[in-house]
């Protein structure tokens, strides 16, 4: 158990549809990271918060935001979801956000768009 | 744009047979990791090498990294059913802001009994 907690596991929705993905990081860890894997292009870094700030952004669309709140805990939300979208989306928290600091992924949420 | 390409993309073997599987770059790295990943569950770390040349064993597993930081191997002794799953490698993303990881596409690995 890495003790990031991700919820849902699982959800299905329709294209055009809003929702939100939910992560708790690991206890003490200040540092989010949000991934989406796909089978054809692998983990793709979406965007990184560090004690409620934007820290660094990857291959993010804009139909995405996120968000880190003061207890830690982040959102991300996806919207004018597409069927491309379908992917697992991970959460991963390490202490620092350095390049040294382990990050420890969450189970994933595993999005379907029909 | 730095890119970690591994090889075999897939591997199916049996119990007790020995493996490398491999994660090669253009760019050079600090320091590369190697994760595996479980059906249905997240990826775990394995190792940290930070060394160009550097060796480490983790059980089975010996991880080595180029002398030239650019590529790493992971050879696994006598594999078991245990050892199955999706090995990634990954290094630091110099092109963005720091803390955050470029991940290779993994090898899928299947250790039959």
């Known amino acids: 158990d890495s003790g990031v907690t991700q919820t849902p596991k699982h959800l299905i929705t329709a294209t055009g549809q809003r929702v939100t993905l939910r992560c708790s990081p690991r206890s003490g860890d200040l540092s989010v990271y949000w991934y989406q894997q796909s089978l054809d292009q692998g983990l793709q870094f979406l965007i990184q918060?560090?004690?409620?700030?934007?820290?660094a952004k990857g291959n993010i669309l804009e139909r995405f935001s996120a968000q880190q709140f003061p207890d830690l805990h982040s959102e991300l939300n996806l919207s004018s979801l597409e069927l491309g979208d379908s992917a697992l989306y991970f959460c991963?928290?390490?202490?620092?956000?350095?390049?040294?600091?382990?990050?420890?992924f969450g189970n994933g949420t595993r999005l379907t768009v029909t | 744009t730095q890119l970690l390409e591994q090889s075999p993309q897939f591997l199916s073997i049996q119990e007790g047979e020995n493996l490398t599987v491999y994660c090669n770059s253009s760019?050079?790295?600090?320091?590369l990791q190697w994760y595996r990943q479980e059906p249905g569950e997240g990826p775990v770390l394995l190792v940290t090498?930070?060394?160009?040349?550097e060796v480490k064993k983790l059980k089975r597993l010996t991880f080595q990294f180029g002398d030239a930081r650019k590529d790493s191997s992971l050879h696994i002794t006598a594999a078991q059913p245990g050892d199955t799953g999706l090995y990634l490698c990954?290094?630091?993303?110099?092109?963005?802001?720091?803390?955050?990881?470029?991940f290779g596409k993994g090898t899928k690995l299947s250790v039959k009994p």
């Open positions: 918060y560090y004690n409620g700030e934007e820290r």
């Open positions: 991963a928290s390490s202490v620092s956000g350095q390049f040294f600091s382990p990050l420890h």
């Open positions: 090498v930070v060394t160009g040349g």
């Open positions: 760019s050079v790295f600090s320091s």
């Open positions: 990954a290094g630091p993303n110099y092109g963005g802001s720091q803390g955050n990881l470029i």
